[in-house]
């Protein structure tokens, strides 16, 4: 099964917002309400951020939001802060008892 | 809670056999609540779950990587393993032992640190 497809790069302005796409297939993304989102920073493990296309865990900000449309799903970061600067990672079922990843991408704060 | 540490070494040859331990502390894998897993991520791409063990022993892998891959539970269940057979170069990664309460990783919010693993000819 192929990976999800994320832009490689995205960027916004402290204070701003800004949206990354995954997109997947009918077969995935678009089958399931079961997309991830993990933030990772440089040398670090990722951590869960969004589970269930929109549920936030314990202790993750608000400013953080996940939604699904057909075989998209985006994860919006609001009110941008430094520390928000990291790659993100979405994944999904992709069936048969199998997860998917996309390729990841680099959020830059400006 | 769940905490997991990769232990295996650093450098494989090609065409040898990768083998990682995870040690796991905290009830929720006795107990059979969360999953242990392996998820890697090669340079410069994205992430891959390789397979997941529940403390019975059941197991589940990545369809493209089954055929080279084994999880087990040790026997007194503080520990699970992986080994993959054949690597090549392009099996070269991070190794990040991880946990999840589902029988499919759609969801993992317990992570180890992760090691690098890197495969030479």
Known sequence: QSALTQPPSASGSLGQSVTISCTGTSRDIGDYEYVSWYQQHPGKAPKLIIYEVTKRPSGVPNRFSGAKSGNTASLTVSGLQAEDEAEYHCSSHGGSNNVIFGGGTKLTVL | ?121
């Not at chain 2, 494989?12 to 897993?37: R, W």
């Not at chain 2, 969801?107 to 000819?121: C, E, F, I, R, Y």
């Open chain 2, 1 to 121: 809670q769940l905490h997991l540490q990769e232990s295996g070494p650093a450098l494989v040859k090609s065409s040898e056999t990768l083998s990682l331990t995870c040690p796991v502390s905290g009830p929720s894998f006795i107990s059979g609540t969360y999953y242990g897993a392996v998820i890697r991520r090669p340079p410069g791409k994205g992430l891959e779950w390789i397979g997941s063990v529940h403390q019975s022993g059941t197991t589940f892998y990545n369809p493209s990587l089954r055929s080279r891959v084994t999880m087990s539970v040790y026997t007194s269940k503080t520990n699970f393993s992986f080994t993959m057979t054949s690597v090549t170069a392009t099996d070269t990664a991070i190794y990040y032992c991880v946990g999840h309460p589902l029988a499919v990783p759609i969801a993992v919010d317990l992570w180890g640190p992760g090691t690098l693993v890197t495969v030479s000819s």
